[in-house]
């Protein structure tokens, strides 16, 4: 069978300018990366344009070992939308190098539903993530040197400080770490660690911010801790955040390039969805917004994370609401919440593919929550049988729920006809959506935090451990109650215990701490054991990565 590599290498690519002329955007304008790479300039934002764009958000239901496929359908979404006749776009997110040479892989799509050049965007494209990681170590270095510094600007408290590093690798060894060590001119010895990229408050910042001036003051508004006198301390006490904004004056800029089919794509940003927002740049999508008459967007992982945190953070922040939300499911991954091990989804089992729809129904009950119209998209594999894709089929029906058999991987923009057809019905029927957040800004922290629990996880209570309520009266101290809650939880269960798969119901989430992003505009509740630096795997995707003599790479997917 052909892979993901070979098929992005054998196309045909357009020159970035044809891509861009869709756009009705002018060669002069662009940003050049290459021949199939360009930077856009923000002026294309127009407030007036995206009140009239289709916005579709695509979700999935809880991830599994099967994979649900959630890049692949977006592209092929786009691809199908422009294939009836449509002036579509599709915006997703930057790949991070953790994944690529960890356990998932790349994040360009698959098959024939792919976004490409596929090597360079999932490696290091146009720089983004370096220029973040860059500004993040700026001002921990800037943290260092007032510690040190005979005349500091601020008298910080060395244990009071809760910035971290950041770099865009998995590496668990430094989640934990001693820095300073080796004597006084070394600095001051103390305990912090990494996080990875993704998770840093500076990419949380870029993917929120407006524009330029916006995004410098909000990179002052980060919270490092606390001066010896007890008061707070952020990024702007030390006159940081106007260097931290030049590191990244370009990768502000979203990213222009083009799927298999040479449709336009624009991808820019790229959080996690478990341990932060997990949706890609506001700027980005609403470029594409301004551009185009549909676009199509994502947000990671399942729709109780990404899909929260799409609607009740990065909505709420840009003014924006999607229209539609297609929920991704694969009969894979839907026996595998039906208790079928991953070594064993290929054989037929309708039992267990009953049993697993649980899971997709909780995720549409959360889309009607929000006042949302859903439209399911099976992913079909080839391993599917005719029993089980009638049986999925029928218990759709049976609950009125509309789905569409998706074949993108295998036929690109062809095989999304009727996904493309059926989304563009329901948008012609749909206004203006008036979201129905799941929590009001203003509530208590508490109570914000427990409506995400049980109205979205359905959880049936929330313990909260010592840490998280000193947590919680530090930010409320500092006047930061009012502020978006993004959780921090474990993609695979709607639980914060992975191996509680489809449907638990009545458990109880533990709260052990709660970040202060400011600058970015939220909190984080970290539940139960989710890290903010991953771990490589026993066997790394790195193993099978290489590049000839001619530079020619082999083994991404």
Not at 19 to 30: H, M, Q, R, S
Not at 127 to 155: M, R, T
Request: hydrophobic share 45%; net charge neutral; glycine share 8%.
């Amino acid at each position: 069978m052909i892979t993901d590599i070979e098929i992005a290498q054998k196309a045909t690519l357009q020159p970035i300018t044809q891509i861009a002329n869709k756009l009705n955007i002018p060669a002069d304008d662009l940003i050049p990366y290459g021949k199939y790479k360009a930077k856009l300039p923000l002026h294309y934002i127009d407030e007036n344009k995206i009140k009239q764009c289709k916005l579709i958000l695509v979700s999935a239901i809880t991830p599994t070992p099967a994979g649900e496929g959630k890049t692949t359908t977006s592209v092929g979404l786009n691809e199908g939308l422009n294939k009836i006749g449509l002036k579509s776009t599709v915006v997703l997110r930057e790949p991070s190098l953790g994944p690529v040479f960890g356990m998932k892989g790349g994040a360009t799509g698959g098959g024939y539903a792919q976004v490409v050049p596929m090597e360079d965007i999932n490696l290091h494209f146009t720089g983004d993530f370096a220029a973040v990681e860059k500004a993040h170590n700026l001002l921990s270095a800037l943290i260092e040197n007032q510690l040190q510094a005979k005349n500091p600007l601020v008298q910080l408290d060395p244990l009071s400080i809760v910035w971290k590093r950041v770099m865009d690798m998995n590496d668990r060894s430094l989640r934990h770490i001693m820095v300073a060590m080796g004597g006084k001119s070394n600095g001051s010895p103390r305990e912090t660690g990494f996080d990875i990229t993704v998770a840093s408050e500076v990419m949380a910042i870029l993917c929120l911010s407006k524009n330029l001036t916006d995004l410098k003051e909000r990179l002052g508004n980060i919270y490092i801790g606390k001066s010896k006198d007890g008061n707070a301390v952020f990024a702007k006490d030390l006159k940081a955040n106007g260097a931290m904004a030049a590191l990244l004056k370009d990768a502000i800029k979203p990213n222009l390039v083009q799927t298999l089919e040479g449709n336009p794509a624009i991808i820019h940003g790229g959080p996690f969805a478990n341990i932060a927002q997990g949706t890609n740049t506001l700027i980005a999508t609403k470029t594409a917004m301004s551009l185009s008459d549909y676009v199509v967007t994502e947000a990671g992982f399942a729709f109780d994370l990404g899909g929260e945190k799409f609607l009740d953070i990065k909505c709420r922040m840009g003014g924006i609401a999607p229209q539609l939300v297609v929920l991704v499911a694969t009969i894979r991954a839907l026996k595998s919440h039906g208790g079928v091990a991953k070594e064993e989804l290929t054989a037929e089992n309708v039992d267990a593919l009953k049993a697993g729809f649980a899971n997709l129904e909780k995720h549409l009950e959360n889309v009607a929550s929000f006042g949302l119209k859903a439209l399911v998209a099976i992913n079909q594999f080839p391993t599917d049988t005719a029993a089980e894709t009638e049986a999925l089929l029928e218990l759709c029906k049976a609950k009125n729920i509309q789905v569409s058999l998706s074949q993108v991987w295998a036929k690109g923009g062809e095989g999304a006809i009727d996904l493309a057809t059926k989304a563009k019905q329901i948008l012609d029927q749909t206004n203006a959506t008036n979201l129905n957040h799941v929590y009001e800004l203003d509530w208590p922290i508490k109570q914000k935090i427990e409506a995400i629990a049980t109205k979205i996880y359905g959880a049936g209570s929330v313990a909260y451990q010592p840490k998280a309520l000193t947590d919680m009266k530090r930010i409320e101290k500092l006047g930061y109650a009012n502020l978006a809650v993004c959780m921090a939880k474990t993609q695979y269960s709607f639980s914060d215990d992975a191996k509680k798969i489809n449907r638990p119901s009545g458990f109880t989430l533990t709260i052990r701490e709660i970040e202060l992003a400011a600058g970015a505009g939220f909190m984080i509740p970290m539940a139960g054991e989710i890290m903010r630096m991953p771990g490589l795997p026993n066997n790394p995707a790195a193993e099978q990565i290489d590049v000839d003599a001619d530079g020619n790479i082999s083994g991404l997917f």
